[in-house]
């Protein structure tokens, strides 16, 4: 059954006591699906950390993502995966590996089979019998989101789209096959990304910087987490043991209405461009879930701790009705420097460990 989430006021994440140490028993480490904000954001927290020792994974043809540590290879590829793992004897694995694009899925389900389920299966043979840890990132869209969210991991899965039903059958085959693997369903990881579109802040933060409307769902309801807090869960997740299904969404409960009314006003662009309206007004491609919120508690029971902060950080940056992004402060006009700082980054978790910049967040002179 459905778990309501937390009321009162949000706890912040505290650091884990347990993290592991520079000498950390989980490298050489891989981190698959580079291309993506969860992806790309680990690739360089932990490259940072581990310089040499840590390597990224993107497909063959993205050529502008290159650098350091950062190979192609086609999840489809298994020759190639076999190499790749024979080569660099990868003692854990960071999957974020996935063809997400709803309406791309919805219009070729070969290609999303074969990119979420099929990248999946490559990725335990290639592994063979090593006891290598894997840590696997799912989605909240396994849900159709029909219901009132605060989803915990029992809820029987029923998603809406086939993005969200080959996302389900990867966790099946994983808990077949590699059952020692950690299964995260995450939400809309908050971070930067490789191509400035990649993820939730940079698409809306790119329509309104060019001055072109973006239209966004009251009822599509999600439970976002910054990347930083992500980091840190994953450098956790390495470090143990814990295996299945664990939900791992923020503690704020967010309609795709008033992350975009934040992005809106804190970037300090025109209120007029946001336009609002029900889900199912949207049309019938690509199908969009609902309510989809996710209750962590599990995670945080098992892991001892609480691994997020809410998103956004601050509660005066929550909006408050579906005007509250005309209302601008003297004190806080809005401004993309004011989102950058604090809408991509967590405040509590200080600098920003040397990640580069995304394009949309590079000044126009740097394009």
Known sequence: MNSPLPTGPLPAARTNPTTPPPAANFLPLLVTGIAGVAGYNAFHYFRNRFPGQVFGVRRADNWPLSGPGIIGCDSM????????????????????????ALKSCELDPEMAWRV????????????????LRLVHFSIDLVFSGTCDGGHVEDDATDPVTVYGRTMVEAERYLLEHAPEAAILRISLPMGISFNGHAGAIDWIQSRFAKSKPATLYYDEVRTPTYTDCLNDLMTTMLGNRLSGIYHAGGPRRLSLYE??????????????????????EAGPMPPRAGNVTL????????????????WPLHDHHVPQDRQWHYERSLAEPGSPELLASTLYRNQNKGAAANLPKSRSTRSPASR
């Open 77 to 100: 590829d298994e020759r190639a995966w076999s190499r790749l793992f024979d080569r660099h004897q990868f003692k854990a694995v960071v999957n974020c590996e996935g063809s997400c």
């Open 116 to 131: 979420n389920v099929g990248g999946v299966q490559n990725l335990v043979r290639a592994m063979g019998k090593a006891r």
């Open 259 to 280: 992350i975009a009314q934040i992005v809106n006003r804190l970037g300090g662009y025109d209120p007029d461009l946001l336009i609002g309206c029900p889900r199912l």
């Open 295 to 310: 209750d962590s508690s599990k995670l945080a029971r098992d892991l001892g701790y609480q691994p997020f902060d809410a």
